[in-house]
C-alpha cells in the first residue's frame, strides 16, 4: 500500500544511491601499520602453535595432577598455604593504607585546582615516571635490600601512591568549583580550600579508588612472593620449582576463590560509595 | 545583634568518621604485628641504602656508552652493550605483549557479542560471562607458570600466550560493557527493515562500539608492557629474567640502565598509544589540541 506512495513521477531518472565513501587513508595507515608491527612482534618472539600440539601430552600429565589437588592443603589450617596467605592479606592491607594516605596529599599537590602551577607540573612528571616502572622492579630493587615481607610492602605502597594519587588527582581536576570560591572570597587559606571544599567532594571517589587498589594489591601480592618479597606467591613459586601439581593447584583454587570474592566484595561497596 | 540569636546548623556528628578511622588504624596494626619476618627495624635505614643504590645506578646511566665498567669479566664490555642489549630485551617484552594484546582482542572480539545482553540470549550470556571473570581471576603469572612454560618452554611465546589469555577476561569485559552502551535506535532502525542477527550486529552495532574498543585494545597493550616486565621473572620472555638476574646480583650500573630503558621505552609508548586513542576517539581534527 506504500508503494503508492513512494512511486515516482514517471519521466524523472533514478536517482542514483550515494556512493559509499572510500575509507581514509589513515584508517588504511592505521590497519597496515598494526598488521606490519604485529608481523614483526611476532617474528621477533619466534611465533608459533606448534608446541601447543607437540607438548599437549606434557600439559595434559600436569593438568591431570592439577585437577586432583592437595585437600590437605586447603583443609589443614597450620598449612604453609594459609600461612602464606595471611601474610599476603596482611601485606595488601598495610600498602593500601600507607600508599593511600601517601597519595590523597600527593594528589592535592598534582592537581592544578589545589596547588601552584609549578609544584602541579613537577608532581605531575615525577608520578608519571614512578609509574612506567612496573611494580615487579620496584620489588626486585627492595629485596636486594632486605628480604622478607618489607620489600613486598614498600613495592606495593610505591604502586599504591602512583595508581590513587593520579586517580584522585583527576577527580580533583574535576571538583565543583563553587565551594572552592566561597571559600576563597572568605580568605581561607590552601590547606583550608582543600580541607573543607576539595576533600569532602573528592572523598567518596577516593574510597571507591582505594578499594579498587586493594583488588589490585591482593593479586599483585602474588606476584610479588615470585621475586621473594613474602606471601602466596613464593608458595607458588617453591610448588612450581618441586613440580608439585598437587600442592600448587589447591593454592591457585584458593587464589582464585578469594581474588574472586574480594573483586564482588569491594565491587559492591564501590557501587554504594558512587 | 539578630546573628547570635539564629541557632547555627549543628554539624553532623563526627564520632562514626573517628570510629571508621580508628578500626581501620586497628586492622592496619593487627596487620603489622602478624608479620613476624617483617624487620620493621631496617625500614629507618632504607632510604639510605636506597639512595645509595639509586646514585650507582644513575652513575651507571650518566657514564659514556663507551667507557668499560670495572670488575667485569669481558674486558671488551662496554655500557653501549648494556644499553644494546637492554633495548634488546625490552624490544622482545614489547612485542610479546602486542602478540599478547593481539590474542586477546582476536578472540575476546567475538566472545563479547556472545556476551551482551542486547546481542545474545540468557543462555549464552551467562557462561560467557563466567568465562570472562574466571580468566580474569587467575594473575597472569600462575597462567605461564602452570599452562604456557610446559607448553611452550622457556620463551616468550609463553608470556604471550599468558597475556593474551589474561586479556581475554578483562578486553571480553569492556567489549561487551562498549556493545550494551551502543544507542539502540540504529539497531531497532535495521531491525525493523528485516536485519538478521549478523546485518544488525555487522551494520548498527559494530559502527558504534568500534572506535572504543579499539582505545582500549591500545590501552590494554600498555597495561601488558608492564605485566610483560613480571613475566620475565618466571623466564616467560622479556626483560624481567635478566633485570631479575642482574639486581639480584646487586650490579646497581647495569640495574640502573636496565630500569632506565624501561621508563624511557614505557614512557615513549604510552605517549604514542595516549595519541593514537585520542585520534580514534575523538576524530582528526581533536589531534592538534592533544599533541
Known amino acids: 500500500m506504500t508503494q503508492a506512495t513512494l512511486e515516482r513521477p514517471s519521466g524523472q531518472p533514478r536517482p542514483v544511491r550515494p556512493q559509499q565513501p572510500p575509507p581514509s587513508p589513515l584508517l588504511v595507515g592505521g590497519v597496515l601499520g598494526a598488521v606490519a608491527v604485529t608481523v614483526v612482534a611476532g617474528w621477533a ?7 601447543v600440539i607437540e607438548q599437549w601430552p606434557k600439559l595434559a600429565m600436569i593438568l591431570e595432577e592439577v585437577v586432583r589437588p592437595e585437600w590437605k592443603e586447603i583443609t589443614d589450617p597450620s598449612s604453609r598455604l594459609w600461612t602464606a596467605l595471611m601474610e599476603t592479606a596482611a601485606i595488601a592491607v598495610i600498602a593500601t593504607f600507607v600508599g593511600s594516605l601517601i597519595a590523597l596529599g600527593v594528589a592535592l599537590l598534582g592537581s592544578k585546582v589545589s596547588a601552584p602551577p609549578a609544584v ?9 615516571v614512578i609509574r612506567s ?6 620489588a626486585l630493587v627492595f ?3 632486605v628480604t622478607g615481607p618489607l620489600p613486598g610492602i614498600l613495592a606495593l605502597t610505591i604502586f599504591n601512591i602512583g595508581i590513587v594519587a593520579k586517580l584522585t588527582a583527576e577527580s580533583i581536576d574535576a571538583v565543583d568549583p563553587g565551594p572552592l570560591e566561597a571559600l576563597d572570597a572568605a580568605g581561607a587559606t590552601r590547606w ?21 587498589v586493594f583488588e589490585l594489591n591482593i593479586r599483585a601480592s602474588v606476584v610479588l612472593g615470585a621475586v621473594g618479597a613474602g606471601g602466596v606467591g613464593q608458595l607458588i613459586m617453591l610448588y612450581f620449582n618441586r613440580a608439585d601439581y598437587a600442592r600448587l593447584a589447591a593454592v591457585v583454587i584458593v587464589i582464585f576463590v578469594v581474588v574472586i570474592a574480594i573483586d564482588l566484595l569491594s565491587q559492591l561497596l564501590r557501587r554504594r560509595l558512587v | 545583634m539578630t546573628a547570635e540569636t539564629v541557632a547555627r546548623p549543628k554539624p553532623p556528628p563526627k564520632w562514626p568518621y573517628t570510629l571508621a578511622g580508628l578500626t581501620l588504624i586497628g586492622i592496619v596494626l593487627i596487620a603489622g604485628w602478624s608479620l ?22 644513575l652513575d651507571g646511566v650518566l657514564t659514556w656508552p663507551g667507557a668499560h665498567p670495572e670488575g667485569q669479566a669481558d674486558p671488551e664490555l662496554t655500557y653501549g652493550d648494556w644499553w644494546l642489549q637492554s633495548l634488546k630485551l625490552m624490544g622482545e617484552s614489547v612485542a610479546l605483549a602486542w602478540i599478547g594484546t593481539c590474542v586477546g582482542a582476536l578472540f575476546s572480539f567475538p566472545l563479547a557479542f556472545l556476551a551482551a545482553s542486547n546481542t545474545a540470549p540468557l543462555v549464552l550470556r551467562v557462561p560467557v560471562r563466567l568465562f570472562f571473570n574466571a580468566i580474569r581471576a587467575v594473575p597472569e603469572i600462575l597462567l605461564a607458570v602452570i599452562v604456557m612454560l610446559p607448553l611452550f618452554g622457556l620463551n616468550p611465546m609463553a608470556g604471550a600466550m599468558a597475556i593474551g589469555v589474561h586479556s581475554i577476561g578483562s578486553l571480553g569485559k569492556l567489549t561487551l560493557e562498549n556493545i550494551e552502551a551502543v544507542d539502540p535506535r540504529p539497531v531497532e532502525a535495521v531491525a525493523a527493515a528485516g536485519a538478521s542477527w549478523w546485518q544488525r550486529v555487522r551494520t548498527a552495532v559494530i559502527p558504534q562500539m568500534l572506535p572504543e574498543t579499539v582505545a582500549f585494545w591500545l590501552y590494554r597493550f600498555e597495561v601488558n608492557i608492564r605485566a610483560s616486565a613480571i613475566l620475565g621473572v618466571v623466564s616467560a620472555g622479556g626483560i624481567g629474567a635478566l633485570l631479575n638476574r642482574v639486581l639480584r646480583g646487586r650490579e646497581w650500573e ?7 630503558v624501561i621508563i624511557i621505552v614505557t614512557i615513549l609508548v604510552d605517549q604514542l598509544s595516549a595519541a593514537l586513542r585520542h585520534r580514534i576517539l575523538h576524530g582528526a581534527e581533536a589531534t592538534v589540541v592533544a599533541v
Do not use: C, H
Open chain 1, 120 to 128: 602541579y607540573r613537577v608532581t605531575k612528571s615525577v608520578m608519571s
Open chain 1, 133 to 138: 616502572l612496573p611494580d615487579m622492579a620496584y
Open chain 2, 254 to 260: 647495569w640495574g640502573g640502565i636496565m630500569l632506565a
Open chain 1, 192 to 212: 583550608q580550600r582543600a580541607r573543607a571544599a576539595i576533600v569532602p567532594q573528592i572523598l567518596p571517589n577516593y574510597a571507591s579508588y582505594v578499594l579498587y
Open chain 2, 36 to 57: 613476624d619476618d617483617a624487620k620493621w627495624e631496617r625500614l629507618p635505614l632504607f632510604p639510605g641504602e636506597i639512595l645509595q643504590y639509586a646514585g650507582q645506578m
Open chain 1, 45 to 51: 618472539i619466534d611465533f608459533s602453535l606448534a608446541p
Open chain 1, 143 to 145: 629485596v636486594a635490600v
